[in-house]
C-alpha cells in the first residue's frame, strides 16, 4: 500500500512561515495529483493546493498569495511553503495523492498551530 508521510508541521505565530513536506513511498502507479488538505475541529476537510503530473496548480482563495505548493518528481515529494501565516490557518494538514486507474491515499496528518 502507498504511505505517505507529512513533516514540518508545529506552532509558529502570526506572521510566520512553515514548510510542509510529504514524501510518498512504496509507489508502483503514475502520480497523476498531490496535494494538501486541512480540517480543522467541526470543520469539513478542505483543499488547501493541489499541483497535478503536468505542473498546473490550484489554491484555496484563502491561501492565495501566501502559501506554494511545489513537487519533486523524481523524490516523489511534494510541499507547501507557507507564509504570512494566520491564527485561522490552525488545523490538520493531510497530504494526499491521487494515482493512476482512479486510487487515491492519505497522509496521516500534521498538525500546524498559529498563534497571535
Known amino acids: 500500500q502507498v504511505q505517505l508521510v507529512e513533516s514540518g508541521g508545529g506552532l509558529v505565530q502570526a506572521g510566520g512561515s512553515l514548510r510542509l513536506s510529504c514524501a510518498a513511498s512504496?509507489?508502483?502507479?503514475?502520480?497523476?495529483?498531490m496535494g494538501w488538505y486541512r480540517q480543522a475541529p467541526g470543520n469539513q476537510r478542505e483543499l488547501v493546493a493541489d499541483?497535478?503530473?503536468?505542473?498546473?496548480?490550484n489554491y484555496a482563495e484563502s491561501v492565495k498569495g501566501r502559501f506554494t505548493i511545489s513537487r519533486d518528481n523524481a523524490k516523489n515529494t511534494v510541499y507547501l511553503q507557507m507564509n504570512n501565516l494566520k491564527p485561522e490557518d490552525t488545523a490538520v494538514y493531510y497530504c494526499?495523492?491521487?494515482?493512476?486507474?482512479?486510487?487515491?491515499?492519505w497522509g496521516q496528518g500534521t498538525q500546524v498551530t498559529v498563534s497571535s
Open positions: 499541483t497535478a503530473s503536468g505542473g498546473s496548480t
Open positions: 512504496r509507489i508502483f502507479l503514475k502520480i497523476k495529483t
Open positions: 494526499h495523492t491521487t494515482l493512476s486507474i482512479g486510487v487515491d491515499r
